[in-house]
């Protein structure tokens, strides 16, 4: 296996997803959770742009890391108080989640091993802009409008309910 700039610069993008994606479960501030998901956020824009998705990449940084992270950030701002610390994690919630994760991780590990990764399944490049735009637009069987819709009523129905959570204090 040669050792590529690409694959650098994947396992650098990989390892800072990893480590901010555990920091953000396991850190006890709330808002410091929000920012380590922006980093994991950027660190999966950054793969897209690697494997020259341009379009996914700019998506995922103005509409998930930008917008999204926004909307928790206020939320959080909204229905916390000044210092607000998780719980202490009880001995039996942490042996579950402890064997959960060991679960996904051998899970993952044994679809990886099984699998035959080969170069001639997989194509660098993306679709044209307007057959992406199309099939956004497209209201069929594999559309992309109802899910949109759904997913837009249900962001607006948490803000909604984020200000009546705070407006009650």
Do not use: W
Not at 34 to 58: D, H, K, P, R, W
Not at 93 to 113: H, T
């Amino acid at each position: 296996m040669n050792i590529t700039l690409d694959l650098i610069v994947f396992a650098i993008l990989a390892l800072f997803i990893t480590v901010s994606a555990i920091l953000a479960v396991t850190t006890k501030r709330i808002l410091r959770a929000a920012t380590y998901l922006l980093f994991v956020l950027f660190g999966t824009a950054g793969i897209y742009f690697q494997l020259n998705y341009s379009f996914l990449g700019a998506v995922q940084l103005l509409i998930y890391a930008g917008g999204i992270t926004v909307l928790y950030v206020f939320s959080i701002l909204l229905t916390s108080s000044e210092g607000d610390k998780a719980e202490k994690l009880k001995k039996s919630r942490f042996a579950a989640g402890f064997a959960a994760s060991a679960a996904g991780l051998a899970i993952c590990l044994f679809v990886m091993l099984k699998h035959q990764f080969l170069p001639s399944q997989f194509e660098h490049g993306e679709l044209p802009v307007r057959t992406v735009g199309l099939a956004l637009m497209e209201s069929g069987k594999n559309g992309y409008v109802l899910p949109f819709e759904v997913i837009s009523i249900l962001l607006l129905a948490c803000i909604i309910g984020g200000i009546m959570i705070a407006r009650k204090r």
